[in-house]
């Protein structure tokens, strides 16, 4: 019920107001369960992509956004559950995983349509980046539902990281057609088939939104890119510092330079009225 209304109103909503185009609607199967496996690049990912579907599609979500005290808290645990997100607690990563596989396995159960981010986090920068295979591939072949790769065109744009009010400008939504991955059926246990599921995925999201592939994860590159600001910002301040001491230097001998030529001029003036 409560979905119902949010989607009503939120999914509307958005449709108005940003106007996604959509490519590849009629790869989203009519019923029965299905994975949408898709590129991250804005918060907003989670809310556009089940804006254009007709049928409910679940992704999870950190177990802070139900927890958090106060009435901002319960608003947004209501907002988030009304569009279909499951909490799921991140406190430990292997923790986090294994409880987002048991939520897609149950959802995917029921018939319906789960959503993931193989890459596991949004991109820091734009690109695509490595998938991370324990959970698609593992729900994948838990389940047996066909994966729906499916690209976000844009939405960074329309409300970067840290940007609270979005940008109004018209996303994009390429969805392309089912993969089905029955012939690894009971090898859930062999690292190397679910790496090959997961880049299988993340290649076709890939062609689909035409984004730079990096062979590496994408929390990696967001520890690389922290790392080097903070470099980058250590050495302003010691650019800023070294200034400082030197404008302080110059400050110094003007000073001193001023006070000797004071004391010259003066001898010479007493020597001539001397004279």
Do not use: C
């Not at 070294?242 to 001898?267: H, L, Q």
Request: glycine share 14%; proline share 6%.
């Amino acid at each position: 019920m409560l979905y119902g209304v949010m989607k009503l109103s939120l999914g509307n909503g958005l449709k108005l107001a940003f106007r996604p185009w959509v490519e590849g609607l009629e790869n989203i199967p009519a019923e029965g369960p299905a994975i949408l496996a898709s590129n991250h690049l804005s918060f907003s990912d989670s809310f556009f992509l089940p804006a254009v579907l007709d049928r409910k599609v679940t992704f999870i979500a950190k177990a802070e956004y139900f927890t958090t005290p106060g009435l901002k808290g319960r608003l947004t645990a209501a907002f988030f559950k009304g569009v279909g997100q499951l909490p799921v607690d991140r406190s430990g990563a292997r923790g986090a995983g294994e409880a987002a596989i048991r939520s897609g396995i149950r959802v995917l159960e029921r018939g319906e349509l789960f959503g993931i981010y193989p890459e596991g986090t949004r991109s820091p920068d734009g690109r695509l980046y490595r998938g991370k295979p324990g959970g698609l591939a593992r729900v994948a072949l838990a389940t047996g539902a066909p994966v729906v790769p499916v690209a976000m065109i844009d939405t960074e744009k329309i409300q970067p990281p840290g940007k609270v009010v979005p940008k109004l400008m018209r996303p994009g939504i390429r969805i392309g057609r089912p993969l089905d991955f029955s012939r690894y059926q009971g090898m859930d246990g062999d690292r190397f088939v679910l790496r090959s599921i997961t880049d299988e995925v993340m290649y076709e999201i890939m062609k689909l939104s035409g984004q730079e592939y990096v062979d590496m994860y994408a929390t990696a590159a967001k520890r690389m890119i922290a790392e080097r600001e903070k470099a980058e910002k250590a050495e302003r301040a010691q650019a800023q510092k070294a200034r400082k001491a030197a404008t302080k230097a110059e400050e110094g001998d003007a000073g001193e330079g001023g006070a000797s030529g004071g004391t010259s001029g003066g001898g010479d003036g007493g020597a001539d009225e001397a004279a």
